[in-house]
């Protein structure tokens, strides 16, 4: 490629929201130069890039983010302009059996990342940016009204939650303290495809496939607020380009629905889909033990990313989520292909058979 007029280096590129984020910019701004860098973890996969992986203007490096030799020996080669920071473990259940792997990647390596950048700008920050992607969980959990805003207090609950805030405080400590700009972005549940089959929608989805039981924690009375992938990845393209550094940007869909309700819709759409009889998937759902900690509610309010940069959601959820089955039920062999060797052993420890 010629020159690229920017060059940007995106952390967790190949794991579910980032092999997004890095098709988008990838193929929305080819004069940009994308280098992803990502260590593969169970959640990454550069299957999810192989529409992507021969573009003149994509790079994938296969490294960790707390190397900080490696990341800064990165920053020498391609003196990057922008850092999308998206590398995280990103499982509550997971973190709640080991808390410590959330400390190292999301603490240690973001606080890594960040001095990185730091020391290869120099003080020099025209035109740079660090872009922190994070949570709507570090506000802790809602009762039955009200919502997020960008001044919410803190209050996470969950090692992982408690990670991101960390990581956050982080962020903003850097700007406050030596100036770096940066902008942060707390978002709330995404759904759509390459979505990891640990988490609730995909991991219904593959048992109702494979008619196994439907794991609900508790009641399957909490609260979630669902956004369609495309949207928050778009929403992350509007901010990194017309985001005010130093600014934080809730973004979310006003989409709550309990546990129970959306895997009922996921069982009738899917019924529909796969030429069963209504009700057939609903006698699959399966009460099982709460989480421990589990909070009873998430609510986005992302007035703010509507009414400065003019930001919207595009999709209706019915649609979003039937297009997701679509991607499943078109995509079997990538389905199979993650649930194969390690995945086993994580259901069988999580939910026992
Ligand atoms: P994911 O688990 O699907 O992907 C994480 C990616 O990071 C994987 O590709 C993994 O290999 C990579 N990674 C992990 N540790 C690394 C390390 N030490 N060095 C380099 N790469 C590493 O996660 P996701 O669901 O796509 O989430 C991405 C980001 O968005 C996270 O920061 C998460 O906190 C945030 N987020 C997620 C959601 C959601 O609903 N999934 C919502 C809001 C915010
Ligand atoms: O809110 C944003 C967060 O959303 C992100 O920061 C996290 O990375 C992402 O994993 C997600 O966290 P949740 O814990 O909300 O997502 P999960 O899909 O794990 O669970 C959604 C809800 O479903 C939650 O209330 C727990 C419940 N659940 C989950 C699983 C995996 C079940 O009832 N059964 C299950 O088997």
Request: aromatic share 12%; charged share 20%.
């Amino acid at each position: 490629m010629s020159a690229p007029s920017r060059v940007i280096l995106i952390t967790g590129g190949a794991g579910f929201i980032g092999s997004h984020l890095t098709r988008l910019f990838v193929t929305r701004h080819p004069h940009y130069k994308i280098v992803n860098l990502d260590n593969l973890t169970y959640a990454g996969n550069l299957e999810n890039l192989k529409d992507i992986e021969g573009s003149p203007n994509y790079t994938f490096v296969k490294g960790d983010i707390t190397d900080m030799a490696m990341v800064r020996s990165l920053f020498e080669t391609h003196h990057f302009d922008g850092v999308l920071h998206c590398a995280a473990e990103s499982h509550v259940d997971r973190s709640i059996t080991d808390p410590l792997a959330f400390v190292r990647t999301n603490v240690l390596g973001t606080v890594s990342m960040l001095q990185v950048a730091k020391d290869a700008w120099k003080d020099h920050y025209e035109g740079k940016l660090f872009y922190h992607i994070s949570t709507d969980e570090v506000y802790g959990s809602l009762g039955e009204t009200g919502f997020f805003t960008e001044t919410t207090p803190y209050d996470p609950r969950s090692p992982y939650s408690a990670s991101k805030a960390s990581s956050d405080h982080f962020v903003r400590a850097f700007h406050h303290t030596y100036q770096l700009p940066v902008i942060v972005s707390n978002c709330s549940n995404n759904y759509g495809p390459f979505h990891f089959p640990e988490k609730l929608i995909p991991l219904c989805i593959y048992n109702i496939i494979h008619q196994k039981p439907l794991p609900i924690y508790g009641q399957g009375l909490n609260v979630r607020d669902w956004l369609f992938v495309e949207d928050h990845v778009n929403a992350i393209d509007l901010i990194f380009h017309k985001g005010k550094p130093g600014d934080t940007y809730n973004i979310g869909g006003h989409n709550e629905w309990k546990n129970i309700d959306i895997i009922r819709e996921l069982c009738r759409q899917m019924d529909a889909k796969l030429g069963r009889a209504p009700g057939t998937s609903e006698k699959l759902i399966t009460f099982v033990k709460d989480r421990a900690g589990h909070d009873l509610r998430y609510a986005i309010d992302a007035t703010k990313l509507t009414r400065e940069l003019g930001w919207k959601p595009s999709l209706q959820f019915e649609e979003g989520l039937s297009r997701t089955i679509d991607w499943y039920l078109s995509n079997e062999q990538w389905l199979s292909e993650v649930t194969s060797g390690n995945y086993r052993t994580y259901y069988e420890k999580q939910y026992g058979h």
